[in-house]
């Protein structure tokens, strides 16, 4: 667990530091990618193998299914509310926005 830390931090020191150029970035970013395929791939491989994850799979992925719906249900329902709350202060926003760009 240590050495994973010690490459986080030293990860974000690197990034940080502003010292990776736009070449590297692009480096970095494909190799994200290909070593985020390549462990999806294995945590598939290693559930594929699993009888408990298999037998159990039906029943997981309809709960999952249901979690799924719940929270966009949950968000659609919260924005609705939060826009209700704030709608006269987007729409003093909005007006002063106009107003400074017709200035």
């Known amino acids: 667990m240590l050495k994973l830390t010690l490459m986080l931090v030293l990860g974000l020191a690197a990034g940080i530091s502003g010292r990776l150029t736009p070449a590297m970035n692009h480096i970095l970013s494909v190799l ?57 202060s987007f729409h003093e926003l909005l007006r002063d926005e106009e107003r400074s760009s017709r200035l």
Not at 42 to 57: F, S
Not at 67 to 72: D, E, T, V
């Open 32 to 88: 994200t990618k290909i070593c985020l395929f390549i462990m999806i791939f294995c945590l598939a491989a290693k559930i594929g193998c699993d009888e408990t994850v298999m037998q159990a799979l039906p029943v997981l992925g309809i709960q999952s299914f249901f979690l799924c719906i719940g929270g966009m249900a949950g968000s659609v329902i919260l924005m609705a509310a939060a826009g209700k709350l704030f709608r006269s």
